[in-house]
């Protein structure tokens, strides 16, 4: 998956997005038709978890974590570290208001999650997480790990 270049984490995430526009009923975006799925991108992106699909949900993002919260009952649904999150990326242009991100579970298997955001939101949730792993980054650069040497 590190191999991946953008543009195939790109049409990963369109992928993904547009899997669950097609499985979730009333979700917008699956009017289109597209074409047939890749077999290589089917191959990465594995079997689809619906679990959580049309939920409201909170989503938090800080320098640490992105997390995602039930709206209704509170539940974490997820929390990922921000150094667990390898890729972030807005829908094509037929599904404008979803957000995907592809993140390691704690099993180590990577999973892309799909947020649909209110009208207008997508590029704000986009950006937001771009700014944090900006902000983290700088916070790196200013207090980098020691090197600890043994005794």
Known sequence: MRALDFNTWTQVTWEAISLVCE???????????????????????????LKFAGMPVTLTVSTSSLNLMAAECKQIIANHHMQSISFASGG??????YVAYVAKDPVNQRAC?????SEGLAQDVISTIRQA?????KQY??????LVTPP
């Open 133 to 137: 792993f900006e902000l983290r980054f």
């Open 113 to 117: 999650h799909i947020l649909e955001c």
């Open 92 to 97: 094509d242009p037929d599904t404008a208001k």
């Open 23 to 49: 499985a979730v009923p009333g979700a917008r975006g699956a009017t289109r038709r597209r074409k047939p799925s890749s077999r290589p991108l089917s191959s990465i992106l594995g079997r689809s978890n």
């Open 141 to 146: 650069l200013r207090n980098p790990p020691k």
